[in-house]
Every structure is written in C-alpha cells, then in structure tokens.
C-alpha cells in the first residue's frame, strides 16, 4: 500500500501563488507516475498534471498549462504543484494520485491507483 498526503492548499487571491506537496509512504518503491487532480463542487475530478517517474517528462491539461509547474523529489518521496496566476476557475479540492504500472503519463483517472485525501485550494476574485 501506498499513503499519499496532501498540503499546502488555502485562500488566495486572483493571481497570487501557492505550491502544494505530496508525500508519499509506503511502498514507495512501487510508484511510478504521479499526477495531480482537482475537483470542485457539482463537477466531476478533472485532471491537472502528471509527471513521470524520472521527474525528466511532464503532462498539463490545457487549463493549467504554463501557469502550473510540477516537479518532482523522489529523495523525499514528495511531488509538488507550483501554481501561478491563479483564477477564480481554479478553486478546487486538489488531489495527489499515483500509478504503479509503466506506461505513457496519463490523465485516466482509472489509471492511478492511490490516491490523498485532497486539500482544498480558494482564489477569490
């Protein structure tokens, strides 16, 4: 089993900042990729972010893509989402996910099998 938790979320205002970690526990070993997903009330878990196991490759929903940065320690078993110019739109519950199998990075949601318990990220207008 994998523990993954989430931290760093808030209140913050239209186009301020916030990075958010993940740390992995467990059987650390069997993770490969990781990714980020955000969900908000009434609208189903869409995905963010994933970057590989290797930390080299990374993979953005178009929504996100070239404000939000995700990176990778593995020395620490932590994953971040660095997020700039943050909107309104981007108010969510952020979640942590990981895959245990080898493949291309991924926005199925079914391909990642653990998942945090998600932290909750507000940008007010």
């Known amino acids: 089993q994998v523990q993954l938790v989430e931290s760093g979320g808030g209140l913050v205002q239209a186009g301020g900042s916030l990075r958010l970690s993940c740390v992995a526990s467990g059987r650390t070993g069997s993770v490969d990729a990781m990714g980020w997903f955000r969900q908000s009330p009434g609208k189903e878990r869409e995905f963010v972010g994933a970057?590989?196991?290797?930390?080299?490759?990374?993979f953005y929903a178009d929504s996100v893509r070239g404000r939000f940065t995700i990176s990778r320690d593995n020395a620490k078993n932590t994953v971040y989402l660095q997020m700039n110019s943050l909107k309104p739109e981007d108010t969510a519950v952020y979640y942590c996910?990981?895959?245990?199998?080898?493949?291309?990075?991924?926005?199925?949601?079914?391909?990642?099998?653990?998942w945090g318990q998600g932290t909750q990220v507000t940008v007010s207008s």
């Open positions: 970057v590989s196991k290797s930390a080299t490759s990374t």
């Open positions: 996910a990981a895959q245990t199998g080898r493949g291309p990075l991924t926005s199925a949601i079914g391909l990642y099998r653990y």
